[in-house]
Nanobody, 114 residues
């Protein structure tokens, strides 16, 4: 099983990025999907999630700005991030969970500068 993230980078305040997490070895459509982030000196936190039934959750700080989605044909999950703020700067990780399974990506750096 492998989760490969891409799409991170540096962007100015107010800008947008789309993170991708391509999966191999598992079918994302049966998993719960999550995006986490970890800023320097802070604990890793859950940012957004999408269940196999299509239910979503977002942490309060990103509601209305971030969107989690999944493309079954590409077996890839996404995090669309708009109106980015410096406090969104972190390493972002994708995670997939299913009873008895828990997989993480390697992380991708997002830096938002003012």
């Amino acid at each position: 099983v492998q989760l490969v993230e891409s799409g991170g980078g540096s962007v100015q305040t107010g800008g947008s990025l789309r993170l991708s997490c391509a999966a191999s070895g598992i079918s994302l459509r049966i998993y719960s999907l999550h995006w986490f982030r970890q800023a320097p000196g802070k604990q890793r936190e859950a940012v957004a999630g999408l269940t196999s039934f299509g239910n979503t959750y977002y942490t309060d700080s990103v509601k209305g700005r971030f969107t989690i989605s999944r493309d079954d044909a590409k077996n890839t999950m996404y995090l669309e991030m708009n109106s980015l703020k410096p406090e969104d700067t972190a390493i972002y990780y994708c995670r997939t969970t299913y009873p008895g399974s828990d997989f993480w990506g390697q992380g991708t750096q997002v830096t938002v500068f003012s």
